[in-house]
């Protein structure tokens, strides 16, 4: 049963200058695009009771309340389901706001990055620090009781002075959530071809991320490496669902989506999408690729893996198939024993990239 949903939306203003995502300024084609779209949905979605539906891209909020209830209208779900959409701070207003949660939408994520208005622009970013608080008002006014705001680290001339500073502000705006990103250079992007130049080291970056567990941490739960929420309430259903390796679909140009031991991923290609919005390419993955995924997405989880559901999963014993591995990783304090498996420490989660690799083919 399949009852998590992602729906791409790839419009934006302007491409950040960090962004590798699929999105590009063609909100003019939204209609024929959302026609596609719903195409794609009729055809897969089984009308199961969905637990979570996520909008993503992009910028979901360059689209109104009546695009985006068109697109809920294909779907069957509760007041419980979990219902996210991203936005950007920039031109919202209350009455958008008021508008998004009367069609069902109880969750927002907002791209914040950071709150200094030079940062923003180097970055790309179309909002400015003062939207960002306009916004977060107009949140709390319209009665939104869940949010979660991103954050970036990593970023030119930042330095952990100015990193603490951020977080300080964000815990006083006092979200729901918040993600924490570190500054990737992707290939294709803007700083692929006009790198910062004066980017914080790696050994930086990763004091930037222990200072902002260990302020986050005072008051929220970190459960997951890059992710933090109040209590267990504000926790992010959906993107739980990808790291416990449960099915879900992924509607939308780019987007991928997950059945049992099938993969698939959309087109990237907008002509392509809406010539064909039902073509998918899928991968079959073994029983080994299904292990390494369960090991890989969830020790990003900080509760670690429960070696008695993944054994039982996939009849198999998990710590005698990896054991070497393992105690090499419980020796030298990178990971420790739970109630029911293993977890990463700290400093676990800091050398994650080649803990990792030991047990998939990097």
Known sequence: MINHVYIHIPFCEKKCNYCSFCSFNLIKKKDIYLEA?????KYYYNNVTLKTIYFGGGTPSLL??????????????????????????????KEKLENYKKIGINRLSIGVQNFNNETLKELGRTHNKNEIYKTINYIKETGFDNFSIDLMYGLNNQTLDNWQKTLDVAIKINPNHISLYGLKIEDGTYFSKYLPKNLPSQDMQAQMYKAAIEKLSKNYLHYEFSNFAKDENSISKHNCCYWKCKNYFGFGLSASGYMENKRYTNTFNFSEYIKNPLKKEFEILTKENQIEEEIFLGLRLLEGINFNKINKKYDINIYEKYKKEFNKYLDNKLMQKTQNGVKLTTKGILLSNEILCDFINC
């Open 64 to 93: 109104d309340s009546k695009d985006i209830k068109k697109i809920l209208d294909c779907f069957s779900f509760t007041p419980d389901t979990e219902i996210t959409l991203e936005l950007n701070p920039h031109n919202i207003t």
């Open 37 to 41: 779209l719903i195409k794609e949905i």
